[in-house]
């Protein structure tokens, strides 16, 4: 480039190998390469644990704790809600956790990760860094309020929700992050209005951010890179955190296990999960969609949207779907190429 | 030092003296006081190296305690009542996971009604989820208890509740001798884990555990209470050879020894027995008394060997276990189950929702036991007129109304009606 040549003449770069922003180990520098990729990598969970083949979740967790363990320097405490995560990692006498662990209870993670921070100021170790980590039943539902005191008390905690839109270990019952039409165990396809009812759920992200706290963002297993480069920033930062990552749920979604990491991507592309990120309250980030797909693309290959193929009713929950993802799409500006610099 | 002071304060600094590092407050009468002046003793720095976390309910209170006692930290909360019952899962789960916090619980009844008085529904209601429960009779019993907790508790990795009267023991002013930090620390070692969360040595705490083991951690934790049976008692012996004064153990006796009936009861409830047992033995009636610390673990061995002798034993307490009746009398009937020539146990439940136990009423209870004892459970003081009454109402009247607020305008306005047609 010289100096005089306007912006618009830029040729704007991506790099990109797929339909996302993803950006292969060889493109990118050291520094900003996948902790994954590292011949020194961290491992907080191993191998040999129980979850279904092609668990986001278990995915998640990996990349989340790995990267968070290396930005501790190995000095990290997890706290874990109850859940699939707590039940498949630790089936005594093994256990794929290789950091101090604990689970207490389905509603209060953030709370006993509270203390555990509390105790490590106490003792002296501030180095020692809290993680708490639970599914969307445990984050959004039972473990909310714990959750919001530990955000107003600005407790030196980063909470890890792993949301797969249901409380899959009981056995695929509706929860407050459960989208609307789905079909599940309490929600299901059948009468007038069949799946979860529209108008209903919250955004706790939202929520989170609405606390005002240091950092909050969404991330997910599509997205492995940006995953752990929020998991990172947000261990840069002390006082309480929130990273909601969304992760597939083979099970509960009724789709095929292969299909986990593409799922993820469409969410995300049709705009139904919005990937930004926020701090003190301000939205500060967001990942932008490259190729905008409709919610329909999203819902075929999972069966529990298999009903609003097959009904008129069901095209027009289908409409409201799109509804939905379009208002997320204007409201964090995901398909804005204007001023667009990323 | 002697000390005139409110229970609470009295407590709070005794447990300052333990040097506890977390301590998770959220209000509830009457335990506020307590945490009120440890989160005053923080800020001013009389208690050091300790952190005070406001927070947002009794489910979360006990769950940063949790997270603190797993990671290392002597950990403190107190509650009462509606608290006790909103972290009643986590009272089981600190239980489960050995975690020693000590937790004052300022008894109080539970609702509804509500009622913000005392009485020890709360405690009775947790008494089977793995804690030890200690009673305190006076606030210099409450102070030291709280020293003796901790120890315990720590000890056997095994949370403890001190149970101490809420407004009866919390609020009242009187002369306490706190002691000395010094004499608290040569008592009182400090804390080590027997499980600690630490990068250096992980490990996993609270994994899933099925019908392969279940039985076995569960025996375990029964097991630790039968060695506190002994390890109680201990430690009040000790705790008498560092400060000079009983305070604790299982239980303590008060003119058992000729006694032709004995009173058994726990709290602050046994000094008012004592004045009605010394006024009565003036009048030649021999009535001992039986004061319990230790709810759990129950001394049933300890009890026993007091209990055989007298022909009557007279169990008041301040909790009910409804459609069954005395909960305390049910545990003194178990200690004496095939003991030959065990007393008749006569169960009384008095004292709910904070009405007073009086002398006279005392007076009319333990004469009768002597002359004209009763099967079942006796409720003392029952106003069983406007109970006829309202019970005459309901039979008569379907949508009857609401139970408690029939009652109470039965007893202010007296009217025959109390609903409000």
Redesign the interface.
Known sequence: MTNGTTSAAIQKLHFYQKGTFTVGNRLVSEADRSVQASIDRSNALTCGHRACQGCGEALGARYALDAALRAAGGNLIAVNATGCLEVFTTPYPETSWQIPWIHSLFGNAAAVATGVAAAMRVKGRPEIRVVAQGGDGGTTDIGFGCLSGMFERNDDVLYICYDNEAYMNTGVQRSSATPPAARTATTPAVGPQPGNVFGTGKSVPKIAVAHGIPFVATATVADLHDLERKVVKAMGIHGARYLHIHVPCPLGWGSASQDTIRLAQLAVECGMFPVFEAEHGVVTGRRKIRRRVPVEDYLKPQRRFAHLFTTEEGRKCISQLQAMADRNIAEYRLFDWEGDVE | MLKQIEGSHAMAEGIALCRP??I?AYPITPQTHIVERLGEMVRTGELK???F?????E??AL???????????R?YTATASQGLLFMA??VY?AAG?GLPVVMTIGNRAIGAPINIWNDHSDAMSMSDAGWMQLFAETNQEAVDLHIQAFRLAEELSMPTMVCVDGFILTHAVERVDVPEQAEVDDYLPAYEPVQV???N?????????GPDAFTEVRFLQHYKQTLALRLISEFAGEFKKQFGRDSGGLLRTYKIDDAEVLVVAMGSVNGTIKDTIDEMRADGIRIGLVTLVAFRPFPVEALRKVLVGPKHVVVIEKSLAVGMGGQLALHVDLALRNVAGAPQVHSVVAGLGGRPITRPSLHRLFRRALVQPWEGTHFLDLNEEVIAKELHYVRKVRRSGPTAENLLRRLRTGAQKPAAD
Request: charge should be negative; glycine fraction near 8%; hydrophobic fraction near 50%.
């Open positions: 590092e977390v998770c190296n300790c952190e976390i406001n927070v947002e309910s489910f979360t769950s940063v305690a949790i997270g603190a006692s797993a990671a290392g930290a950990a899962e986590a789960n996971l969360l630490d990068p040595d992980p490990i996993s705490i609270g994994a899933m555990v």
